[in-house]
């Protein structure tokens, strides 16, 4: 249960909400509007970049999942930071390592090169979402942490939607080392915002502990019965949607539903927008239902359930070309965010940095892994003509990350059922 000190954590401070809102919320939420942008504009320019360089649909996969890999591989160190220094410092510094790698992708040639750079963007976007949680966490009581953070992920919603028709647009007066060495300039300019305008906040959410004390926490994260509870469904609904979204909805909207490249932008366009409203439609929902007694377990396990047949309706061949389907996929593919303000009100607020990370080191190596396995799995097909391939390959890998969901699913109802009673 909140306490009083709890509710009124941004009045004590000396901040009206709308203060926190515009001075806190808003700089992180450029960040994080950026790396969605980062994360699904290659569902876009991959027809181009497979144009201009000699890759394959292995290579493309690869070439993209390497955001997820060094996303994932920082998620440890960037929680202990995150406790330990507070989220200002620590975003400042990560976002001028993205601005890095956008310019390192905006001028490679090879694989190699570009891997590299999209390695580094994905480490230094790593903090946009843990950093502003953990803003959130230190700025707002714990019973808005589902609002809060639901409203704040359209942000990342707003930038996957100019991730695609914006994008495509760009891409005619400029192309795709173009847009990169743009997206480079509009980092560092996000970056110097959230270190010259957010406030320090030392009284509140910072852990005193040693680095070894730290670690002794996210042991105490990994040890609990809470937690491999609720990550796993989130870990496997995450993967696939950022998989998907991120990359593989477009090579099937071309293949599989015949669109050209415009087709293919506008589409994402309508599932971007609708991941927008769905983070949005997920936090109010939360937090209305909550005060109706329903359970945050509950609503996820339903959020899963809608995503899990959205996807089976578009792999049953029911559909191909039709927009709805994919509106429907992003409105309900981030419902299983809701496992974050969970677990983190399940530990105390100094480890709340810790507990988001270790989720989402696990959410990103599970999208690394799917994302470079469904382009494994694509390329055993024999290629149709035109770099395209056969809408079965496509329903076969689709449908084995079905499976793997269903199985987080059922784990996730037994899990749950076996904890103990929650305190009111």
Same mark, same amino acid.
């Given at each position: ?29 450029g960040g ?9 504009v290659?569902?876009?320019?991959s027809g181009?970049?497979?144009a ?16 997820f ?16 220094f507070?989220?200002r410092?620590?975003?400042?510094v990560l976002?001028?390592a993205?601005?890095m790698?956008?310019?390192?992708f ?5 694989l ?5 750079g999209?390695?580094?963007?994905g480490?230094?976007?790593s ?5 502003s949680?953990?803003?959130i966490t230190m700025?707002?009581?714990s019973?808005?942490?589902?609002l ?9 919603g ?9 994008v495509e ?14 997206l ?7 970056s110097a915002?959230?270190?010259?305008v ?5 009284e ?24 491999w509870?609720?990550?796993p469904l ?5 993967g ?9 909805a ?6 599989v539903?015949? &669109?050209?490249?415009?087709g293919? $932008?506008?589409?994402?366009? @309508?599932? #971007?927008?609708?991941? =927008?409203? +769905? ?12 005060r ?8 996820t396990?339903?959020?899963a ?12 061949g029911?559909?191909?070309?039709e ?6 996929f ?32 696990l ?13 494994g799995?694509?390329e &055993?097909?024999?290629?149709t003509? $035109?770099?395209?391939?056969? @809408?079965? #390959?496509?329903?076969? =890998?689709? +449908?084995?990350?079905?499976?793997i969901?269903?199985a987080?699913?059922?784990w996730?109802?037994?899990?749950v ?8």
């Amino acid at each position: 249960m909140a306490t009083q000190a709890d509710n009124n954590r941004n009045q004590s401070a000396g901040y009206s909400i709308w203060k926190v809102v515009l001075v806190v919320v808003l700089p992180f939420a450029g960040g994080y509007f950026l790396s969605y942008l980062y994360r699904t504009v290659n569902a876009v320019i991959s027809g181009r970049i497979i144009a201009d360089l000699p890759l394959d649909a292995s290579d493309l996969g690869l070439l993209t999942a390497f955001y997820f890999l060094a996303f994932a591989a920082f998620q440890m160190p960037l929680g202990l930071l995150l406790d330990r220094f507070g989220p200002r410092r620590v975003q400042t510094v990560l976002l001028l390592a993205a601005a890095m790698g956008a310019f390192i992708f905006s001028i490679g040639t090879t694989l190699f090169e570009l891997s590299v750079g999209r390695a580094l963007i994905g480490l230094g976007v790593s903090g946009c979402l843990m950093a502003s949680l953990k803003a959130i966490t230190m700025w707002f009581p714990s019973e808005r942490w589902p609002l809060v953070n639901g409203c704040f992920l359209a942000t990342g919603g707003l930038g996957a939607v100019a991730a695609t028709g914006p994008v495509e647009a760009l891409l005619s007066i400029t192309d795709w080392r173009g847009l990169f060495l743009g997206l480079a300039a509009a980092t560092i300019v996000v970056s110097a915002l959230i270190f010259l305008v957010v406030p320090e906040r030392q009284e509140v959410g910072r852990s005193r502990a040693s680095f070894r004390g730290q670690w002794e926490g996210v042991v105490d994260i990994y040890s609990s019965r809470v937690f491999w509870a609720a990550a796993p469904l989130c870990i496997a609904v995450q993967g696939v949607g950022f998989s998907i979204h991120g990359l593989w909805a477009g090579p099937w909207l071309a293949d599989v539903g015949g &669109l050209d490249s415009t087709g293919v $932008a506008t589409v994402l366009m @309508a599932m #971007a927008l609708a991941l =927008t409203a +769905g983070f949005v439609f997920t936090g109010v929902a939360a937090d209305r239902l909550q005060r109706m007694g329903f359970s945050l377990d509950r609503l996820t396990g339903f959020g899963a359930i809608l995503f899990i047949a959205v996807q089976a309706l578009i792999v049953s061949g029911l559909v191909t070309s039709e927009i709805w389907p994919w509106v429907l996929f992003g409105f309900t593919s981030n419902m299983t965010v809701l496992v974050y303000p969970r677990l983190a009100q399940a530990f105390s607020l100094e480890m709340s940095g810790r507990v988001n990370t270790s989720v989402n080191m696990l959410v990103f190596i599970a999208a690394f892994v799917m994302q470079y396995a469904m382009g494994g799995l694509i390329e &055993l097909a024999t290629p149709t003509g $035109a770099d395209g391939y056969p @809408a079965s #390959a496509y329903r076969i =890998t689709f +449908g084995i990350a079905i499976l793997i969901e269903l199985a987080s699913l059922a784990w996730f109802v037994l899990a749950v059922r076996r904890l103990p009673a929650r305190k009111a």
